[in-house]
T-cell receptor, first 113, second 110 residues
Framework: DTGVSQDPRHKITKRGQNVTFRCDPI?????LYWYRQTLGQGPEFLTY????????KSRLLSDRFSAERPKGSFSTLEIQRTEQGDSAMYLCASRADGPDGYTFGSGTRLTVV | DQQVKQNSPSLSVQEGRISILNCDYT??????FLWYKKYPAEGPTFLIS?????DKNEDGRFTVFLNKSAKHLSLHIVPSQPGDSAVYFC?????????FGTGTRLKVLA
């Protein structure tokens, strides 16, 4: 297991299109997080899964955003009808139970033109 | 509502000297704190952590100090090396998620 994998690394899309990102966490990690980072800001929490259950969704996540984690393994984050303001780095992180911090993936950089 | 603040957006330090990065927080319910390092085009990587029941944790060249009464933590890097040049984020945990500061860009000058 080489860590948290995110795909794609980069995505350029036209405004109004739908995009989907994938995250494969570390296999023994039951907790999975999505964050968004824009220039000059720290990562901002979007949503959290424990196993397959989505336990929290930030107010930052409008109705155009949906995340899933079927079977408690990989996760997908979909953005419908993308807007220029959605341009950001989308980071996935996972961790096991206990006090340890996250392991982050390398992120998906989304550019909406 | 910025619960975790890093008030210095950037810091430059000579190689071999000490780098001190600061972080302030507002929520006394935070129970665990982390520092992450981030290079361009990569995800953040974990550096060092500290529990709220401790006031210091060391790992090699990195030491984190926690002052609960002041709601302040700091990361000391000594000696600083050019490879330490990156953006550093502090993060604080409440229940199951971490809240991040805005980051400090450290530049270590050779």
């Amino acid at each position: 297991d080489t860590g948290v994998s995110q795909d794609p690394r980069h995505k350029i899309t036209k405004r109004g299109q739908n995009v989907t990102f994938r995250c494969d966490p570390i296999s023994e990690h039951n907790r999975l997080y999505w964050y968004r980072q824009t220039l000059g800001q720290g990562p901002e929490f979007l949503t959290y899964f424990q196993n397959e259950a989505q336990l929290e969704k930030s107010r930052l996540l409008s109705d155009r955003f949906s995340a899933e984690r079927p079977k408690g393994s990989f996760s997908t984050l979909e953005i419908q009808r993308t807007e220029q303001g959605d341009s950001a780095m989308y980071l996935c992180a996972s961790r096991a139970d206990g006090p340890d911090g996250y392991t982050f993936g390398s992120g998906t950089r989304l550019t909406v033109v | 509502d910025q619960q975790v603040k890093q008030n210095s957006p950037s810091l430059s330090v000579q190689e071999g000297r000490i780098s001190i990065l600061n972080c302030d927080y507002t929520n006394s319910m935070f129970d665990y704190f982390l520092w992450y390092k981030k290079y361009p085009a990569e995800g953040p990587t974990f550096l060092i952590s500290i529990s709220s029941i401790k006031d210091k944790n060391e790992d090699g060249r990195f030491t984190v100090f926690l002052n609960k009464s002041a709601k302040h933590l700091s990361l000391h890097i000594v000696p600083s090396q050019p490879g330490d040049s990156a953006v550093y984020f502090c993060a604080a945990r409440r229940t199951y998620k971490y809240i991040f500061g805005t980051g400090t860009r450290l530049k270590v000058l050779a």
